[in-house]
């Protein structure tokens, strides 16, 4: 297949993190112009939510620092926006497109890879809620075809899939080459039949997108439908969201951020609607970075799910990831920061909210245009994760 990073590794981020001196770790192409020089077009903008209490400069020092890094290193876009009870700080610096030179908004849609994990683990908590599933049943209770898909070693639990413990591997790393997709999730689950496993139920972590192959499975056998409808009825609708939709969905996006890759030749792919993601429940969905934060806030207050669902989602406690949701150290309050990484190729986004919601931020970059990276220790979103967690720990 077409290598790529998705997502992060606990380890990789505790290496950032401890480098950085923080307390605790963290666990069809179309031919376009070369990227733009320093000089190109920009935009950015700060405000405050009340006059009496502007941005302070130290988290957004780190911002302003983090985003003039990833566009002289070659990023075409940063979007940033920052809530506490300080105020409000967001900038969006570079361009929409290549082609167009339209400078970008911050309301622009990008894709956001691993975060729509998140949305699926929220659907999957519904149907908890309303009875239909327990997490500690097996997930071939309700599929008994699964193990005519893949040969698991044991009953694998819908907590393990949720929780990246199933000890299943992950299709993007699979060695067969899978071309570009789309793909159904039975062909994702498929991709990974000859790979070996690192356990079953109880494993340690690891992250593997298949996971959520397999509960979208679940999730579109319960509800009847696909899984950009399922999520579209439980995370999207209840929030009014109007730029949160599904790759692949019509009309197209109308304020798509382009993000760009290289062939090994140097011929430039843009990567703003690959059907790779077409329908995918580890990276299909496409946002904007201030509803991610309307978003991580809704699920953090319990508007979503109840509470104790929320907190269900946050176990195992003092472990980096839990259901749908990881986990980072809190400075401020002694407590954690709870929400999502995600890199595909040309893009990274990342939305993180503390315990109690009085601080988030929320991120997406176009990245550097490179050939498709390979493996999940990219050091360009444990820059974005380390430029996060900091500047949350100076807005308290």
């Known amino acids: 297949m077409q290598a790529a990073v998705h997502g992060f590794s606990s380890s990789g981020l505790a290496v950032a993190v401890a480098a950085a001196a923080l307390v605790a770790s963290l666990a069809g192409c179309t031919s376009a112009p070369d990227p733009p020089d320093q000089q190109s077009p920009t935009v950015q ?28 290193g070659g990023a075409t876009a940063v979007i940033i926006q920052l809530k506490s009870r300080l105020g409000e700080w967001s900038s969006a610096e570079g361009v929409r497109s290549l082609e167009t030179q339209e400078p970008v908004q911050l309301t622009d849609q990008t894709h956001i890879g691993d975060i729509t994990t998140t949305m699926v683990a929220v659907s999957v908590m519904k149907l908890v809620e309303e009875g239909k599933v327990q997490l500690d049943d097996p997930i071939q209770k309700y599929l008994p075809d699964f193990e005519n898909i893949i040969k698991p070693p044991g009953p694998i639990t819908i907590r393990s899939l949720l929780s990246h413990r199933s000890g299943m591997p992950d299709y993007w790393v699979s060695p067969i080459h899978i071309g570009d997709g789309p793909f159904t999730h039975e062909q994702r689950v498929s991709f990974v039949a000859g790979m070996p496993w690192t356990g079953g139920s109880g494993s340690l972590y690891s992250y593997s997108a298949t996971n959520y192959s397999a509960l979208a499975l679940l999730v579109e056998k319960l509800r009847g439908k696909d899984i950009g409808a399922v999520i579209h009825d439980d ?27 290289r062939t ?28 991610l934060n309307t ?102």
């Open 45 to 72: 903008s700060t405000t405050a939510a009340a006059a009496t209490a502007p941005a302070p400069r130290a988290f957004v020092g780190v911002l302003e620092k983090y985003s003039a890094d990833m566009r002289a």
């Open 235 to 261: 995370n999207v609708v209840p929030l009014a969201l109007q730029d949160t939709v599904m790759t692949g969905e019509e009309p197209d996006p109308q304020r798509m951020l382009h993000g760009y890759t």
């Open 264 to 291: 090994e030749t140097g011929e430039l792919e843009d990567k703003a609607l690959d059907p790779f993601h077409n329908g995918s429940p580890d990276t299909g969905m496409i946002s904007t970075v201030p509803e």
């Open 295 to 396: 978003y991580f806030a809704a699920l953090q207050k319990g508007t979503l799910l109840t509470l104790q669902s929320v907190q269900e989602m946050h176990h195992p406690k003092y472990e980096t990831f839990g259901l749908g949701l990881v986990r980072q150290y809190d400075e401020c309050s002694n407590n954690d920061y709870f929400g999502h990484v995600g890199v595909v190729r040309g893009y990274a986004a990342l939305a993180l909210i503390s315990s109690d919601g009085s601080r988030q931020v929320a991120m997406a970059v176009a990245r550097e245009p490179v050939p498709d990276p390979v493996g999940f220790e990219d050091w360009r979103s444990l820059e974005m994760a380390e430029a996060a967690v900091n500047a949350l720990n100076l807005a308290c």
